[in-house]
């Protein structure tokens, strides 16, 4: 038996994509089954050949992820050692050679309304008489709806506009057509490697066991659709056309250096969602549109955080499951530039934005839209969450069905 | 080779698991791999070996779901013929022997909001100082919302009391503990056989190509943590412990002499929703409580019907897949005694219903609730759907966490 030509990876501490952030995710090569890979610098490695896992050698996450949170620890410790070494050839690749897919299958999909200053803004839009923005419930429990699972697709996914119902106050009844409203919303998705069962809550003190990794998630949304159909059950076409996730799983033991303190929860919270340790998370993001980054909404500012979220949408006893992905509703900051939905940075569409010499409300056809994240890691280094990326196409004759 | 023993089955034409029902499920034997049968009177006949077809060897029924409707008749067809003659004997278990299991995977999961009755049932409720009861988009689109397909389970499936968090509203803050209304929604929900891609909206006269069957559906409500949690992104944690479907899916095509005109819809429908054929259901339901019979929705009230369901939950380009489950919300009757629910058949708990002797508003620890329903099959013949029934358990650990 002949050894392998192998290969030594050079890739500097502070890349984004460097030893302290090694995220999962689905690579494929053409005429190639899909298989899970890591991100190393520019190179995307194999991990079933890296590591003689067979696990790996599928085309989603959920297998691996579904092996429980020591056996992440245990492979990541294993891929760290692996990757400073000497590297079978033909586990590497480059990451201009690949396409990158879906990492995971979807199981149920939740949305959460997380950040303080997204409520209050659109409470300040929507109901301009009240003189309390927020609602009487938002301080005590991490706001959520069920979204659609089969919607969720993957960084590169053309977004088509969707066509629905609409009606402003003053027509006498909805028209059809596609959305005149189309809007980003710039979120964290977090994805839940190990279930549990129905009638067993997942305390907060254990939601770091249930917690795989984080995605970049842009939650795309018909304004005009929703604000006519939510009444009284939610959001549902209004969001139900697409969600765009990043195709790196950032494992949740990548991000420690990125812990922080949540803001102050007063009212003090009920026991099931107080917290034992730091669960805020100091992640970066930005929001470019056609070409220009026009938001910076910074994670570190959201009211509720992911281990909350996680005790509540369970406290019933709902099950979870291998690939539930929960998504932290948009990123909002204090400041204007730091707003993460159009309809904040145009305050309704009142306020323009100028976007590569154009004036911008909502998406237009042919407007791209990326998200991009970082955060700190050991050293000074920092770790990338890739890119969320969509482009908004015309609706599909012209929205007739 | 032998010719395996056969047996001949004798079943009444007037059953209602008789010759034209001839619904789907899956059955375990203990110690065995669950496997799909049909219902034949109080037969379980096991198809893989009936039909030769390991497409059936399965615990569920997704493989032959996704195979399309012109297998589903092939095979229904066959099945028919295969009844009416001689079945091999180890095809052939008693109903009574066998334990039945969740027919399908649950992919995504919606529920509707269908019934005209129930929905201004629960406006004159909830909004008694609004003159109209309905919302104004209720006649215009039907409203719906994604629920928790992970907690979906199968008839007879014990119903844990959720806990979660309630505020009256005198309350100066909300308490957490175990519901203390806990209600029932009987409805019909609908199994998408074949799904539809991103961006390909099922056109309303194309349902019939996607939807699979039908099951009893119990939307399990605790009403004082939705009322709580629900403003302004709909139900959450009052919903998503769990919901019951019967064991047996019935065919769509079982139900040729249930079809009925819906009731007239107007204002008009835009044309996406527009009906060019009957898509009524003329379906009966039931609802014990206890042993006794508290309640008659009767379907064929149902303001919208599944195909129109199924037309606007993709106009926005939304993919289904098979396993897709919509339920179509509460059945409602114009009667009292045809309410679906029991915050409607005790108006909101101020008209407590006598059940077996004892005085009831909402669901207490021990309580039995099941649903049954029958719709007119061929000369005379009625169609049953065997029955979702759930026992409602105390909250685990007092409802703390």
Redesign the interface.
């Known amino acids: 038996m002949t050894a392998s030509p192998t290969v030594r990876l050079a890739v500097p501490p502070d890349d984004l994509f460097g030893i302290h952030n090694l995220p999962y995710g689905v690579y494929s090569l053409p005429g190639r089954e899909p298989r899970v890979g890591t991100r190393y610098g520019e190179h995307v490695v194999d991990l079933a050949l890296l590591l003689g896992d067979d696990t790996f050698a599928s085309g989603s996450l959920n297998p691996f992820m579904a092996q429980g949170h020591a056996r992440w620890a245990e492979v990541r410790a294993a891929l760290t050692t692996a990757l400073s070494g000497d590297v079978p050839r033909d586990a590497v690749h480059a990451a201009a050679d690949v396409s990158l897919r879906l990492p995971f299958e979807v199981?149920?999909y939740?949305d959460f309304?997380a950040s303080e200053y997204h409520a209050a803004n659109l409470g300040r839009l929507f109901r301009p008489d009240n003189p309390e923005p927020l609602?009487?419930?938002w301080k005590?429990?991490p706001?959520?709806?069920?979204?659609?699972?089969?919607?969720v697709?993957v960084s590169g996914t053309d977004i088509?506009r969707?066509?629905?119902?609409r009606?402003s106050p003053n027509d006498p009844?909805?028209v059809?057509g596609p959305s005149v409203r189309l809007d980003i919303e710039a979120e964290l998705g977090f994805v839940v490697g190990t279930?549990s069962a129905?009638?067993e809550?997942v305390?907060v003190e254990r939601a770091e066991e249930h917690l795989f990794g984080v995605v970049l998630f842009n939650d795309w949304s018909?304004r005009d659709?929703q604000a006519?159909?939510?009444?009284?059950?939610?959001?549902?076409?209004?969001k139900?056309?697409?969600s765009t996730v990043s195709p790196w799983v950032v494992p949740l033991s990548a991000l420690r250096e990125a812990k922080v303190p949540t803001p102050v929860q007063e009212?003090a919270v009920?026991?099931?969602l107080a917290l034992d340790r730091p669960w805020g998370l100091d992640i970066d993001l930005e929001v470019e549109w056609n070409g220009q980054v026009v938001s910076r909404p910074p994670y570190s500012a959201m009211y509720w955080s992911p281990a909350q979220m996680l005790?509540?949408?369970t406290?019933?006893?709902?099950?979870?499951?291998t690939g539930?992905l929960f998504a932290s509703g948009t990123v909002s900051g204090p400041a204007k530039e730091q707003r993460g939905a159009f309809i904040e940075l145009t305050w309704g569409g009142a306020e323009p934005v100028t976007v590569a010499g154009q004036e911008r409300t909502f998406l237009e056809d042919g407007d791209e839209v990326v998200l991009r994240a970082t955060a700190p890691g050991p050293g000074g280094t920092r770790i990338g969450f890739g890119e969320a990326r969509g482009r908004v196409v015309a609706a599909?004759h012209g929205g007739e069905?």
């Not at 706001?143 to 919607?151: E, F, K, L």
């Open positions: 199981a149920d939740v309304y609602m009487p419930n005590h429990l706001v959520g709806y069920h979204g659609r699972a089969a919607s697709v088509v969707p066509a629905g119902q009606k009844a909805p059809f279930g129905l009638g809550p305390a018909a659709i006519w159909e939510y009444v009284p059950l939610g959001p549902n076409l209004g139900s056309f697409a009212p009920l026991p099931y005790a509540h949408l406290v019933n006893g709902a099950p979870t499951r539930d599909r069905v």
